[in-house]
């Protein structure tokens, strides 16, 4: 059983329509923060994740698809150790990783809006 974070972030369906009338450069460059900051919590996480193989932490991914971006691991028992059992405590290594970069990964982004807006605008 593998686990993927996803979050969902109030009024994001109206940001997802601004951002699919974009120009092309604007989303590149929102691509390319979102990538960074993925692979920045990916590195979080695997920094978090429990460790005595080193199984877990090698499983632990990031990715970007239609500016989505979803960080996971796939370890079969990644949600035990995310979530926790009753003989399990929680670990939260991705749902942790997620809280201490989203504000550094909303900054990002609204940094390659202005940028592209910029740039455009010369």
């Given at each position: 059983?593998?686990?993927k974070?996803?979050i969902?972030?109030?009024?994001?369906p109206?940001?997802?329509?601004?951002l699919?009338?974009?120009?092309?450069a604007?989303?590149?460059?929102?691509?390319?923060?979102l990538?960074?900051e993925?692979?920045a919590m990916?590195?979080?996480a695997q920094?978090l994740?429990?460790?005595?193989?080193?199984y877990?932490s090698?499983?632990?991914?990031?990715?970007?698809?239609?500016?989505?971006l979803?960080?996971g691991?796939?370890?079969?028992?990644?949600?035990?150790?995310?979530?926790g059992?009753?003989?399990i405590?929680a670990r939260r290594?991705?749902?942790h990783?997620?809280?201490?970069?989203m504000q550094?990964?909303?900054?990002?982004?609204?940094?390659a809006?202005?940028?592209?807006?910029?740039?455009?605008?010369?």
């Open positions: 059983m593998s686990v974070m996803e969902h972030v109030q009024g994001l109206e940001m997802r329509e601004k699919a009338n974009l120009g092309d604007m989303k590149e460059r929102v691509h390319e923060a990538v960074f993925g692979e990916k590195t979080v920094s994740a429990p460790v005595r193989t080193g877990l090698s499983t632990i991914f990031s990715r970007v698809e239609d500016l989505i979803t960080l691991a796939t370890a079969p028992y990644a949600a035990y150790q995310e979530f059992t009753r003989f405590r290594f991705l749902s990783a997620i809280e201490l970069r550094t990964l909303i900054n990002r982004i609204n940094h809006i202005d940028e592209a807006k910029t740039e455009a605008s010369h």
